[in-house]
């Protein structure tokens, strides 16, 4: 089993940054790939960000791309989402997941944190 906390969101203002922290507990992060996914009020969760299992290969939804980083620190058992140049459509709560299986981005992710809302004003 592994569990999953994020931190690290709030309220900020269009343009400006904010950065996603996922620590996990159990079993090491260090044997799943691991994926973050956002969903905002009426809309299905939706994949923004996977990273492998060594770091070495990234995914983003090209809604994000070229604004957020993903990272991953396996010996901290924590994963990370660098957000730049906000805008209010990324409001939204922000999940971490772990263990995706064969598509890193689907929602067939086996382990999910709980959440943080991310809320970006105009």
């Known amino acids: 089993q592994v569990q999953l906390v994020e931190s690290g969101g709030g309220l900020v203002q269009a343009g400006g940054s904010l950065r996603l922290s996922c620590a996990a507990s159990?079993?090491?992060?260090?044997?799943?790939?691991m994926g973050w996914f956002r969903q905002a009020p009426g809309k299905e969760r939706e994949f923004v960000a996977a990273?492998?299992?060594?770091?070495?290969?990234?995914y983003y939804a090209d809604s994000v791309k070229d604004r957020f980083t993903i990272s991953r620190d396996n010996a901290k058992n924590t994963v990370y989402l660098q957000m730049n140049s906000l805008k209010p459509e990324d409001t939204a709560v922000y999940y971490c997941?772990?263990?995706?299986?064969?598509?890193?981005?689907?929602?067939?992710?086996?382990?999910w944190g709980q959440g943080t809302q991310v809320t970006v004003s105009s």
């Open positions: 997941a772990a263990d995706p299986g064969d598509d890193y981005r689907s929602r067939g992710y086996r382990y």
């Open positions: 159990g079993r090491t992060t260090g044997s799943y790939a």
């Open positions: 990273i492998t299992w060594s770091g070495g290969s990234t």
